[in-house]
């Protein structure tokens, strides 16, 4: 009796055990990262990525997000392995003691002050009589600052109007409610071809141009490193392909922002695609932040620098990690 007993946990062990050529299939399957982004024309190389990367190991699960303040808490609720963002983002969620890294840059520019028709602005002193709509703590809303504080400004001076996304921001210029508005792309560009405003003049002379970068789960980055540079090649590889040929990026961003070929052209003109990593303009955005109460403790430069490793996007693209962070 033992003798047929043990015959049959040995069959039956036989039978569970999967064969060599199943074995070899489990262990094929991709590993899905889950990577969050926003649908701007600035970040069309997120939406490129996948198809530019070349690991058949890995399957990029993308979740397309409306508002950067909902990809933050996905990621920091650990919904998310990694999420293109603002620059402003990544500070908020050191401030909040979520472990993130950031490891390459996404996107530059991608920002207008528009002035609504029928309104006069001369110079950045007749800002103080004007109703000026902002996204309170975004990019744009700090980009602002930035240049009224280079002109003399008193910030406090600016009747600001908070707005929570750019079309309400849109309906608000065309209805009177703002007499200007500090705007991201595609948006900026519609209510400009639409003949709602106008743009007033770029801001970059007076405020960085660094606009989006991605960021990784610090916990995901240390378990899955060759994962990560494999993303930031078919990263890279996309904000090339894109900047070399603006047709093909107007073709790509029409594909999830569905607007008119002239909006998306005009947009790709005020945007740019690279994953070079300005991390000298994160102590200054950390400064106008702390200034408004945007963040609940001062974020010191040795604290932003310790959440910065360029070592993987060197690997992936083959440039020094001073060249990929850019000017002082």
């Not at 900026?188 to 003049?201: H, P, Y």
């Not at 494999?230 to 603006?246: E, N, P, T, V, Y």
Request: charge should be neutral.
């Amino acid at each position: 009796m033992k003798r047929i007993f043990t015959s049959l946990l040995i069959a039956g062990a036989l039978f569970a055990s999967p064969s060599p050529r199943e074995a070899s299939a489990q262990s094929a399957q991709p590993t899905t990262v889950r990577v969050g982004w926003i649908g701007d024309t600035h970040f069309t190389d997120m939406y490129l990525m996948s198809e530019e990367m070349k690991d058949p190991s890995l399957k990029l699960q993308m979740n397309k997000f409306q508002l950067s303040q909902d990809e933050v808490n996905a990621l920091a609720a650990n919904s998310l392995d990694m999420a293109s963002m603002g620059y402003i983002f990544f500070l908020k969620l050191l401030d909040k003691g979520v472990d993130v890294t950031a490891i390459s840059g996404v996107s530059e520019r991608g920002t207008r002050l528009l002035i609504r028709k029928g309104v006069t602005v001369g110079d950045w002193g007749d800002f103080k009589t004007i109703k000026v709509g902002v996204a309170r703590g975004s990019t744009q809303d700090l980009q602002f600052q930035s240049c009224l504080a280079q002109n003399n400004i008193d910030v406090k001076s600016v009747n600001s109007i908070a707005f929570t996304n750019a079309v309400d921001m849109t309906v608000g210029l065309e209805q009177g409610a703002v007499d200007a508005a500090v705007m991201w792309e595609p948006q900026a560009s519609q209510a400009v071809l639409k003949g709602i405003a106008t743009e007033f003049r770029p801001i970059y002379p007076c405020a960085w141009s660094s606009n989006g970068m991605l960021v990784v789960r610090t916990e995901f980055l240390k378990q899955n490193r060759a994962a990560v540079v494999s993303i930031l090649k078919g990263l890279a590889s996309a904000a090339q392909r894109l900047s070399a040929d603006h047709e093909f990026w107007i073709a790509t961003a029409r594909k999830f922002a569905p607007l008119s070929p002239e909006i998306q052209a005009l947009a790709v003109k005020n945007s740019g695609q690279s994953v070079t990593l300005h991390a000298a303009d994160l102590p200054k955005m950390a400064a106008i932040m702390s200034a408004n109460s945007y963040l609940g403790r001062k974020l010191e430069p040795s604290e932003i620098e310790a959440h910065i490793d360029l070592s993987l996007l060197a690997e992936a693209t083959g440039k020094s990690k001073e060249e990929l962070r850019g000017g002082k």
